[in-house]
């Protein structure tokens, strides 16, 4: 039907152009997604997808389970298929675009199958169509009734190939799908959304893409970006980090929720697309003969990865040492799975809370005061040191008794400016 | 259905006055002998709150649960710190014996923040130890967080909380109080799972002062022309 017939019709129907960029994205998506099911995936343009399954019937516990994983994953990519089985792709391929969800298993019935079906799946071009419905030929199987002759000269070699491909009397070589290396991904939402959970809900489609194309690669992700497009203002972009790589939805939904949680869409967004490229190999967790340490960890990353997403990445850190005289540079913040460094073992005795910046103290007559006057119990132990780097230090540092029977670290600048700090707590 | 006596006695959430419940639930030695003699099954307990209330900074309040850390971390088991007054000093954890790369810093500025947090590592599992400091907290808030301990991983989790709190009712299944003495710290047992005890404990602690029995600090090594032997 034309579009003028249509308007006819139904006069306020509305018209959008169908968008060749984004079905073909999709397409894509999808076909990388199958390689989990198999590694002989081919796209069938505009809108097809051929995927050769038998060798991984097995794996997958038979046919119909098989069918239902894989319906049940482009559901959740929010896209409805059309699924047909055969024994040849393009005859799987004629009666899923003629909307048969069949499974055949067996050419003779294959046979009879495609000879119900409409001319149009096998043939493309509208003038031989036109041609055909004009001699009366409605099916596949009266095609295959008319001469050979005629119908090759009048409809070229390339219509009676197809259905000989189809019928598997034909080899049919095709060209296999191989997934790309980055992912890249939009997602148009309904309508306009103004609440996190909405974008949730919406990211949660792509990031089932991403997790297909990760697993078809055998590769996790270390961070993503979530992007979320305005109407009329520059796109948001959130930067996802993990903790170690990983390609599970559930993780990235997690870490998703709990950076979402955090923050306050200032405008209402229209649309989201989700990119993460630097694939790193990633492999199915063995199973630890030495149960127990390695699901600690795996416990703790995550637990830290969800600690980050909503404290902020500066906020969780291990200590480590470094080898400085300055008490407040011999010790080092790493980030979660740095490793602490040896440091200089051979400093003096060491407060364990240290109080950053120290604090100044009042005095009276020269005695440093913290609740009443300190009492030196030990001391000095002078640390001069950063002349090379703009952090010169110049001071006698003490442990001194407070009233309250703490005790404290102290020190007294040296050289002009004098003055007494408490620097850490002997706890 | 019939339940004998024994089998309710034989559940955590019971005790029996005038002994000590001991054997029930996993506790960690103290490194203290004096205070596990006291704790119900001869150390802190894991899976449940332990609440440390003390006034005072820097009376060696951290001293009572160093020998725990160290013995925990020895054998790669994880410890976070989790909103510390202070920054805890790495040159001297590493000093009394602690394996630094099992030790975590979690920073959460706001109470709720960390609340939240506390409740995702004890839920979260892959850690054995949390010690958390929190000016106030509600009942509720505590509960919440005792619920988390019970359900998450045996963790041993320590509150650091001010002293006026003793007054406060708390589900915590231990709580102490200490209070500097001579010879180190003083304890008072204000709960635990059995009689109550009144008398308190005094506990030897290490002090730098003790180690240096007065005397002025030893020169540290001299390394290079920075750290010049001390003049004074």
């Given at each position: 039907m034309g579009l003028a017939a249509a308007w006819a019709l139904a006069s306020q129907l509305h018209v959008w152009p169908s968008n060749q960029a984004a079905k073909q994205e999709a397409l894509e998506c999808i076909a990388a997604w199958m390689y989990r099911f198999t590694p002989r995936v081919s796209l069938q343009m505009p809108d097809g997808i051929l995927a050769e399954i038998e060798g991984s019937l097995r794996l997958f516990r038979g046919l119909a389970t098989m069918v239902e994983r894989i319906r049940a994953g482009v559901d959740q990519m929010g896209l409805t298929p059309t699924l047909a089985v055969a024994p040849t792709a393009r005859g799987a391929w004629w009666l899923a675009s003629a909307g048969q969800e069949t499974l055949i298993l067996d050419r003779a019935v294959l046979e009879t199958a495609l000879a119900t079906l409409p001319v149009a799946v096998a043939c493309d071009r509208p003038d031989a169509l036109d041609l055909l419905h004009n001699i009366g030929i409605a099916t596949i199987g009266e095609l295959c009734g008319l001469p050979r002759e005629g119908v090759a000269r009048r409809f070229g070699q390339a219509l009676l190939d197809g259905v000989e491909q189809a019928l598997g009397r034909m080899p049919e070589p095709r060209n296999f799908f191989a997934p790309p290396l980055r992912f890249a991904a939009k997602l148009e939402l309904p309508g306009e959304i103004t609440h996190a959970e909405g974008v949730l809900f919406a990211a949660r489609r792509l990031l089932v893409q991403l997790e297909g194309l990760l697993a078809a690669h055998q590769a996790g992700v270390r961070c993503f970006l979530l992007m979320l497009l305005h109407r009329n203002a520059n796109p948001t972009v959130l930067d996802l980090r993990l903790a170690s790589p990983c390609r599970e939805v559930e993780r990235f939904m997690q870490l998703l929720r709990e950076r979402l949680s955090a923050y306050k869409l200032a405008k209402p967004v229209e649309a989201i697309r989700i990119e993460a490229g630097n694939f790193v190999p990633l492999h199915a967790g063995t199973v630890d003969l030495f149960e127990g340490s390695h699901a600690e960890s795996e416990a703790w990353v995550r637990l830290v990865e969800r600690l980050q997403a909503r404290l902020g990445s500066e906020a969780v850190h291990g200590l480590g040492l470094h080898p400085e005289h300055r008490p407040e540079r011999a010790w080092r913040a790493l980030a979660a799975e740095e490793r602490p460094l040896c440091g200089d073992e051979s400093a003096g005795v060491r407060p364990l809370w240290l109080v950053e910046p120290p604090r100044r103290l009042k005095e009276k007559g020269g005695v440093p005061l913290d609740g009443g006057p300190l009492e030196m119990l030990a001391g000095p132990e002078r640390i001069e040191s950063g002349w090379w780097d703009q952090g010169e230090i110049a001071r006698d540092y003490f442990i001194a008794r407070a009233p309250s029977a703490a005790l404290l670290w102290v020190f007294r600048e040296r050289g002009t400016t004098g003055g007494w700090y408490l620097h850490g707590m002997f706890a | 259905m019939k339940t004998s006596l024994a089998d309710i006695l034989s559940q955590r959430s019971v005790w029996r006055g005038g002994a000590l419940a001991s054997g029930h639930g996993r506790t960690v030695p103290t490194g203290f002998p004096t205070l596990d003699r006291e704790l119900p099954g001869g150390g802190w307990p894991t899976g449940g709150l332990t609440e440390i209330l003390g006034q005072r900074e820097g009376v060696g309040e951290l001293q009572l649960v160093l020998p725990t850390l160290a013995a925990l971390s020895a054998s790669g088991r994880r410890i976070v710190w989790l909103a510390p007054p202070h920054l805890p000093y790495a040159p001297a954890l590493a000093k009394a014996g602690?394996?630094?790369?099992?030790l975590s810093v979690v920073r959460a500025p706001g109470r709720r923040d960390g609340l939240w947090a506390a409740e995702q590592v004890l839920r979260g599992g892959g850690c054995h130890a949390l010690l958390t400091w929190f000016r106030d907290i509600r009942y509720a808030e505590l509960r919440r967080l005792a619920v988390a301990a019970e359900t998450g991983h045996g963790a041993f989790v320590a509150l650091f909380r001010p002293e006026q709190a003793a007054h406060e009712a708390s589900p915590a299944c231990l709580r102490i109080a200490f209070e500097p003495a001579p010879e180190g710290l003083s304890i008072r047992i204000l709960k635990r799972r059995g009689a109550l005890i009144a008398k308190p404990l005094s506990i030897k602690i290490e002090r730098p002062v003790h180690a240096l029995a007065g005397a002025p600090f030893p020169t540290p090594c001299a390394r290079g022309p920075v750290a010049r032997p001390c003049s004074a």
């Open positions: - | 602690i394996d630094l790369e099992h």
